[in-house]
């Protein structure tokens, strides 16, 4: 059983190896009317996950699709030149703060998507199966934080490794993290105008697998 979780563990970990860097590119707008997007993502054990955000009406609005990814290979251990090797905080789960420029307008995350393999090797994809809405703005010249996005499992219940793929496929946690991650936020970019918080109440959702802090 031992070897089991292990293998289970890797991989779930290191799937998003397997895709090419293209897939991970972050778009870059540079329209003059630019806003900035500020969050961090990580994880409190190394594991890969993205969530995925659009700008909204899709009806009407200019198609704009991302995500904001976090892949274990990037914690610690990366020597890939493409990947950066230090995270930016180790407390509170590792990971980083990113910026993005983004074209202004409402948009929402509205799904997740953990990438795996099977026993077999087979690549799959978990995404949420409850509807999931997490909405933000960004105004011209503004910067919108949104707050840290974590992932964690529940790889241990009641003092004893558990045997089920879906507790290693765990959990996600959205909370509020501005006082350190907006200093980090400025470090990078000094000339960053004023950061409001826009850190959603995801107690609101009552989604079962997304909380304001770890659970129990």
């Known amino acids: ?17 397997a895709y090419p ?29 993205s969530f995925l955000y659009r700008k909204i009406p899709a009806e009407v609005a200019p198609k704009w699709i991302d995500r904001m990814y976090c892949g274990c290979e990037k914690i610690n ?20 703060v990113v910026i993005r420029k983004l074209p202004p307008g409402q948009y929402e995350i509205y799904d997740y998507a953990i990438n795996g393999m099977t026993m077999t090797l087979a690549t799959i994809t978990w995404s949420s199966k409850t509807p999931l809405s997490i909405p933000f703005k ?43 991650d907006i200093a980090i936020a400025r470090s990078k970019e000094p000339t960053l105008p004023e950061i409001s918080n826009s850190v959603w109440d995801v107690s609101q959702l009552h989604h079962p697998i997304i909380f304001t802090s770890q659970p129990k």
């Open 77 to 96: 251990w990366s020597r890939a030149a493409d990947f950066p090797k230090d995270i930016d905080y180790s407390d509170n789960g590792s990971g980083f």
């Open 138 to 180: 960004i105004e011209p010249g503004k910067a919108t934080y949104i707050g840290n996005f974590a992932r964690g499992c529940w790889c241990v219940r009641n003092g004893v490794p558990s045997e089920s793929v879906y507790d290693y496929l765990g959990y996600f946690v959205i909370s509020d993290q501005s006082e350190r």
């Open 21 to 49: 860097n293209s897939a991970l590119a972050e778009k870059a707008y540079k329209g003059a009317d630019a806003g900035y997007l500020v969050y961090s993502i990580g994880s409190y054990t190394p594991m890969t996950f």
């Open 1 to 17: 059983m031992k070897l089991f979780r292990l293998l289970i563990g890797a991989l779930l970990c290191y799937a998003a190896l």
